[in-house]
């Protein structure tokens, strides 16, 4: 593989532990797969060997590809490695305007020559100045007819500024000129008879006179070596892009720091969605969640009902934590859903990663939840980090890309569990369900707050159209 090439062997052995533990599932969660992730992109920024930009980008390509691949139903492993491509592409981008940011900075700015129409009047055509004496003598002349002797001789010497033709009325000018010849006025001398400086406006530069074809052979030859020295200095830089390792080490510290305190910035606004006597449901164990409810309960009382989540029943360890803290907690089971739904005031769940048509993909036994919670008009509120935004769409099959597990904790090892022992029986044990995006009302992220329709246009910011492929 490319990657394979570029890599040194500690870094191709990292990698292959890491696609190691994504298949066979030792490393599960969206915030443990990323940060595993995230530390193995660093590694290989800061060890890995190359000559241009595209190299480094072409390797960690290569290796978010393979980690996709280990484990398709992770979907913050790519997430990670696309962010982590658009910060690099952006430092370099940086770092390349302010290395060649002599004029004209942007690529494409059309080359001004000497010969270029409306650039070759003097700066003094357009204001400058003259004495009163000359420009009274010139209406003088004009108006009365008499001689120049007489009028310099009444008018002081003070020097004034006089505006003259400008580049804002000259296509006004244009046009009334061109109006004038057609209907022979100007031939007359009569209407509108415009100054020396303004005439020179409409007439043809030299070396446009009768030909379009552009500029002369000096000026091509100009433009083209400026060009050039533009192509080499951008060819240059390209080659050392070496030398900035420490800033793309930084900027994806900066993802690191980002995927770290998620719970915290989510958090950060819990207080504006939930308010004094509330009874709130949630299911599973989910940090995120268990942070929210944590913040929120500082400056509201509320109560918390959990469900325990059978077959993995993770909702005991919620509730045990929120009870540590302090917030009156109630555990029920599964089966208590519909029972307990008409106190609920509020259902705020985690998620495991959400698709750019706005749905998401919960633990188990999240979908029954927002079905209850819509036939009862509850709100439900999803708490997730930015991280978790996956460039896919799930709109034709409700029931694809769902990861499922052995069927063991439902029927037992030992023909003795649901199954109630009998041959034949098939099992369905999804870690997750998906939930559509018409079931969720509200997005909570450490972005800000967001309903499902916007999702898709925080990914387009999050990262590069040419990375949706890995």
Known sequence: MAAEAG??????????????????????????VALATIALIQNIVRSVKYNTIDELLAII???????????????????????????????????AQARLSQPPSIPGTPYVGPGTPGFVTPPTQYFSIATAASAAAEQTAR?????????????????????????SNFVAMR????????????????VLDFSASTNSLFATPPGHRGSRSGPSGAEAEDRAEWEAQQAKESAEFARQAGRLKPVLIQAIEEVVNEVETTHEDVARGAKEHIHS????????????????????????KFTVIVLESAPSFLGQAMAGNLATAGIPTILVPDSSLHAVMPRV??????AHSVSANGGLFALAGSLAAVLAA?????????????????????????????????????????????????????VSDPHYDYIRPELINLYATNVGDHPPSYIYRIIKEAYDDEDIEL
């Open 374 to 426: 819509k036939t009862h008009a509850k709100p439900v509120v999803v708490t997730t980090g930015q991280f978790k935004f996956a460039p896919v769409w799930n709109l034709y099959h409700e029931y694809d890309a769902l990861d499922f597990q052995g069927p063991g904790p439902v029927i037992g090892y030992d023909h003795t569990g649901g199954g109630g022992g009998f041959e034949g029986v098939e």
């Open 175 to 190: 046009h009334s000129r061109v109006q004038l010849e057609r209907s022979g006025l100007e031939r007359q001398g009569s």
């Open 61 to 95: 390509r290569d290796v978010g590809r393979r980690l996709v691949e280990a484990n398709p139903k992770e979907l913050a492993a790519g997430n990670i490695v696309r962010r982590s491509m658009k910060l690099i592409r952006e430092e370099y981008r940086a770092a």
């Open 277 to 300: 006597s509330e009874v709130i449901l949630t299911l599973g164990h989910s940090r995120t969640v268990e942070a929210f409810l944590k913040q929120a309960f500082r400056d509201r």
């Open 7 to 32: 890599l040194t062997e500690a870094s191709n052995k990292l990698v292959d532990a890491l696609v190691v533990r994504l298949r066979r599932r030792q490393i599960v969660g969206s915030r443990n």
């Open 345 to 350: 005031t509020k259902v705020i769940l985690g």
């Open 143 to 167: 108006g009365t007819g008499t001689s120049s002797g007489r009028a310099s001789s009444s008018i002081p010497s003070t020097p004034v500024i006089t505006r003259q033709a400008s580049l």
